[in-house]
């Protein structure tokens, strides 16, 4: 089991790290974990696409690495303890960067400075045990035993339960009302047209990059970038220009998230103070009356991802962008809104009578946040109001839309948050009319169930306007009916970033509407979709469409395609909102393949269970022994046990970066 291994992996390999001699026990385990990976794979791949060899060895290595440390940390003669742990620290991250190849040193070195006090704090006070931290990965065979990892809320009973899929949504009619939905802005002050658009870094057309003559088939486009590229100022302005001259009709405006770049190694609290000022200030200018309501991107804080308690010591909590996020809001949201904001990031509030938005700062779902690792039940108080608020709002008979960043099916939110999140989505699914997500910038939508196959509710995504990575701008039109506040209908508004970029300058993108989901079905109720999600596993051709108009019609991706086991993903994604609840993904993607011509069929990935016993004799394990003998050349055995233990680390790296 991976605690059984990961006891002894952390006790040989500690003793390893103090006396500087390998044993052969730690040999023999790391040589058969890492005959188990895929090297490749746990450092491309999502958790959750993971083989279960793949699993066992990151949830096994992330268990024994974290014992590891954190005893290094907190032991009074630990070696990562006392004045020197920064630079110990440090050498031994900048290290492990350079041996894999992870970043360039100036991304590594960026990441550390900026992530090394919350880090330091957190290995030094956090009330969790290295089985807790790991089981907040993705992973079902990493099990949850603290409660304040493993939380339940306390849900009203009063409500009648949920004994069949949500429907009866009125038909379109000319009452209905508009809103806009922005997200993932990614603003980029230092966008630079015609610098370098493919470099070793994570992010760039950047100013910076821009030295000597640059090949120009590399070289960043006016209005974007289909690279790993944010988004000019002037392609904003020219957006926001666009929706105002075309859409003289929004009544309201959701703005879910991200509007710093993606420059991670790189923020500054003044940084993303001028950015959140430049943009939201923008949108003051340009649509001018129109209510605005706004919720906090993971790329907002300083550093990115890094969402503190309120209690978090001063030099480390994100206290002052609360301060700084209210005084820009404060134009659009009611005083009463102040409260929450500066306490956490959310708030509620009333645009008319009947009508309740609440805004969530669901990034204590996140698990790139540093925070959650400290003590998971940080969580539980925004979750708690969220129900609150929900039965305050049921008992008033309004109708309420959810903003959130963070769609909570995805493979990065905290499943056991997600968990809740889904108890009070389906306890109060009668009240909720919408919720609106960001973050992934795919033009996507994710039906919730309940444990009993119930579609109770739909969370909407509108895509991105930045063009990271592969994607044309889009922005989201949804028409919603004035009875029960359902979405009806929405446009998809794009230009073809291609185009527009042969043409520079000279000429403005030509925005065109993309599609309207109506041309699937006129029933976007709960029940609704999920009959379409049948049709969708039926009809090849069908679900292919829907793919090009979740892609934003790019034409990087569709030049590469979707092949079928891509489809069925696709498919499959609509049908998860808790990461870890798959039955109706799972009866979505039989279906598929049951209505695939056997010709084109393909085989789904095997999952095969892997035991390693440990013992102190001879290896017992159900994988194949290493067909060579272990080396015993000391700086070779001595990459194989860094390499093998730094795994989770590089791992947490990657959301890092």
Same mark, same amino acid.
């Given at each position: 089991?991976?605690?059984?291994?990961? #006891?002894?992996?952390?006790?040989?390999?500690?003793?390893?790290?103090?006396?500087?001699?390998?044993?052969?026990?730690?040999?023999?385990?790391?040589?058969?974990?890492?005959?188990?990976?895929?090297?490749?794979?746990?450092?491309?791949?999502?958790?959750?696409?993971?083989?279960?060899?793949?699993?066992?060895?990151?949830?096994?290595?992330?268990?024994?690495?974290?014992?590891?440390?954190?005893?290094?940390?907190?032991?009074?003669?630990?070696?990562?303890?006392?004045?020197?742990?920064?630079?110990?620290?440090?050498?031994?991250?900048?290290?492990?960067?350079?041996?894999?190849?992870?970043?360039?040193?100036?991304?590594?070195?960026?990441?550390?400075?900026?992530?090394?006090?919350?880090?330091?704090?957190?290995?030094? %006070?956090?009330?969790?045990?290295?089985?807790?931290?790991?089981?907040?990965?993705?992973?079902?065979?990493?099990?949850?035993?603290?409660?304040?990892?493993?939380?339940?809320?306390?849900?009203?009973?009063?409500?009648?339960?949920?004994?069949?899929?949500?429907?009866?949504?009125?038909?379109?009619?000319?009452?209905?009302?508009?809103?806009?939905?922005?997200?993932?802005?990614?603003?980029?002050?230092?966008?630079?047209?015609?610098?370098?658009?493919?470099?070793?870094? /994570?992010?760039?057309?950047?100013?910076?990059?821009?030295?000597?003559?640059?090949?120009?088939?590399?070289?960043?486009?006016?209005?974007?970038?289909?690279?790993?590229?944010?988004?000019?100022?002037?392609?904003?302005?020219?957006?926001?220009?666009?929706?105002?001259?075309?859409?003289?009709?929004?009544?309201?405006?959701?703005?879910?998230?991200?509007?710093?770049?993606?420059?991670?190694?790189?923020?500054?609290?003044?940084?993303?103070?001028?950015?959140?000022?430049?943009?939201?200030?923008?949108?003051?200018?340009?649509?001018?009356?129109?209510?605005?309501?706004?919720?906090?991107?993971?790329?907002?804080?300083?550093?990115?991802?890094?969402?503190?308690?309120?209690?978090?010591?001063?030099?480390?909590?994100? %206290?002052?962008?609360?301060?700084?996020?209210?005084?820009?809001?404060?134009?659009?949201?009611?005083?009463?809104?102040?409260?929450?904001?500066?306490?956490?990031?959310?708030?509620?509030?009333?645009?008319?009578?009947?009508?309740?938005?609440?805004?969530?700062?669901?990034?204590?779902?996140?698990?790139?946040?540093?925070?959650?690792?400290?003590?998971?039940?940080?969580?539980?108080?925004?979750?708690?109001?969220?129900?609150?608020?929900?039965?305050?709002?049921?008992?008033?008979?309004?109708?309420?839309?959810?903003?959130?960043?963070?769609?909570?099916? +995805?493979?990065?939110?905290?499943?056991?948050?997600?968990?809740?999140?889904? #108890?009070?989505?389906? #306890?109060?699914?009668?009240?909720?009319?919408?919720?609106?997500?960001?973050?992934?910038?795919?033009?996507?939508?994710?039906?919730?169930?309940?444990?009993?196959?119930?579609?109770?509710?739909?969370?909407?995504?509108?895509?991105?306007?930045?063009?990271?990575?592969?994607?044309?701008?889009?922005?989201?039109?949804?028409?919603?009916?004035?009875?029960?506040?359902?979405? +009806?209908?929405?446009?998809?508004?794009?230009?073809?970033?291609?185009?527009?970029?042969?043409?520079?300058?000279?000429?403005?993108?030509?925005?065109?509407?993309?599609?309207?989901?109506?041309?699937?079905?006129?029933?976007?109720?709960?029940?609704?979709?999920?009959?379409?999600?049948?049709?969708?596993?039926?009809?090849?051709?069908?679900?292919?469409?829907?793919?090009?108009?979740?892609?934003?019609?790019?034409?990087?991706?569709?030049?590469?395609?979707?092949? %079928?086991?891509?489809?069925?993903?696709?498919?499959?994604?609509?049908?998860?909102?808790?990461?870890?609840?798959?039955?109706?993904? /799972?009866?979505?993607?039989? /279906?598929?393949?049951?209505?695939?011509?056997?010709?084109?069929?393909?085989?789904?990935?095997?999952?095969?269970?892997?035991?390693?016993?440990?013992?102190?004799?001879?290896?017992?394990?159900? +994988?194949?022994?290493?067909?060579?003998?272990?080396?015993?050349?000391?700086?070779?055995?001595?990459?194989?046990?860094?390499?093998?233990?730094?795994?989770?680390?590089?791992?947490?790296?990657?959301?890092?970066?």
């Amino acid at each position: 089991m991976p605690d059984d291994v990961s #006891r002894e992996f952390a006790k040989v390999f500690y003793d390893y790290l103090t006396t500087g001699i390998e044993s052969a026990e730690l040999r023999r385990i790391s040589n058969e974990l890492a005959s188990l990976r895929s090297q490749k794979d746990i450092f491309t791949k999502d958790i959750d696409e993971l083989s279960s060899a793949d699993q066992f060895v990151v949830c096994t290595t992330c268990r024994a690495t974290v014992s590891v440390v954190t005893k290094m940390f907190r032991d009074p003669n630990g070696e990562l303890n006392g004045p020197s742990a920064k630079e110990k620290t440090k050498k031994v991250a900048l290290d492990v960067c350079d041996r894999v190849l992870l970043e360039t040193e100036e991304v590594c070195l960026g990441l550390f400075e900026l992530n090394w006090p919350i880090f330091e704090f957190i290995v030094q %006070n956090s009330v969790a045990d290295a089985r807790s931290i790991c089981s907040i990965l993705p992973i079902n065979f990493c099990k949850v035993k603290q409660e304040q990892f493993n939380f339940k809320l306390n849900i009203d009973k009063s409500g009648s339960p949920v004994v069949s899929s949500k429907s009866g949504i009125p038909s379109k009619s000319s009452e209905d009302f508009k809103i806009l939905q922005l997200t993932d802005v990614h603003y980029d002050p230092e966008y630079e047209p015609g610098s370098l658009a493919e470099c070793p870094e /994570q992010m760039c057309c950047q100013r910076s990059s821009t030295t000597g003559s640059i090949d120009p088939s590399k070289q960043a486009g006016y209005w974007g970038d289909y690279r790993n590229c944010d988004l000019p100022l002037h392609t904003i302005e020219n957006a926001f220009d666009h929706i105002k001259d075309t859409h003289t009709d929004i009544e309201y405006i959701y703005q879910t998230g991200d509007i710093v770049p993606h420059i991670k190694w790189a923020t500054t609290k003044n940084g993303n103070v001028e950015m959140l000022t430049k943009i939201n200030n923008l949108i003051a200018q340009k649509f001018g009356d129109i209510p605005v309501y706004p919720s906090i991107g993971n790329h907002e804080a300083h550093p990115s991802n890094a969402f503190s308690p309120e209690n978090a010591p001063n030099e480390i909590n994100i %206290n002052w962008l609360y301060d700084h996020l209210w005084s820009l809001w404060s134009r659009w949201l009611p005083a009463d809104a102040k409260k929450t904001i500066l306490k956490g990031g959310y708030y509620t509030a009333l645009p008319k009578p009947g009508f309740r938005v609440i805004s969530l700062n669901n990034n204590d779902c996140f698990i790139a946040n540093w925070w959650i690792y400290y003590n998971g039940s940080i969580v539980i108080e925004q979750l708690q109001w969220l129900h609150n608020t929900l039965l305050s709002s049921e008992k008033a008979g309004e109708y309420v839309h959810i903003l959130a960043h963070i769609p909570s099916g +995805v493979s990065d939110c905290w499943t056991i948050w997600a968990r809740e999140y889904n #108890r009070i989505i389906e #306890r109060f699914s009668a009240t909720i009319s919408g919720i609106f997500n960001g973050h992934t910038h795919m033009d996507e939508l994710n039906v919730h169930y309940t444990s009993e196959g119930h579609a109770v509710a739909v969370s909407w995504n509108g895509g991105s306007l930045t063009t990271f990575s592969n994607r044309n701008p889009n922005y989201v039109i949804y028409e919603v009916e004035p009875k029960s506040l359902q979405v +009806v209908d929405y446009e998809t508004w794009i230009f073809h970033l291609d185009k527009a970029n042969a043409l520079g300058k000279m000429k403005k993108p030509e925005w065109f509407k993309e599609y309207s989901f109506t041309e699937f079905t006129n029933d976007l109720s709960p029940a609704g979709l999920d009959t379409l999600l049948n049709k969708f596993s039926e009809n090849v051709e069908l679900l292919r469409k829907y793919w090009q108009f979740r892609s934003a019609s790019a034409k990087p991706l569709l030049d590469w395609g979707c092949n %079928n086991e891509c489809l069925s993903k696709a498919l499959c994604r609509m049908a998860i909102t808790n990461f870890d609840q798959k039955a109706r993904c /799972q009866q979505l993607r039989e /279906q598929f393949l049951a209505n695939l011509p056997i010709a084109t069929t393909f085989a789904p990935s095997t999952s095969v269970p892997i035991t390693i016993v440990p013992t102190t004799n001879s290896p017992t394990t159900t +994988v194949p022994e290493p067909t060579e003998k272990p080396s015993t050349d000391t700086a070779t055995a001595a990459k194989t046990v860094h390499y093998t233990a730094v795994a989770f680390l590089l791992l947490l790296a990657r959301f890092l970066a």
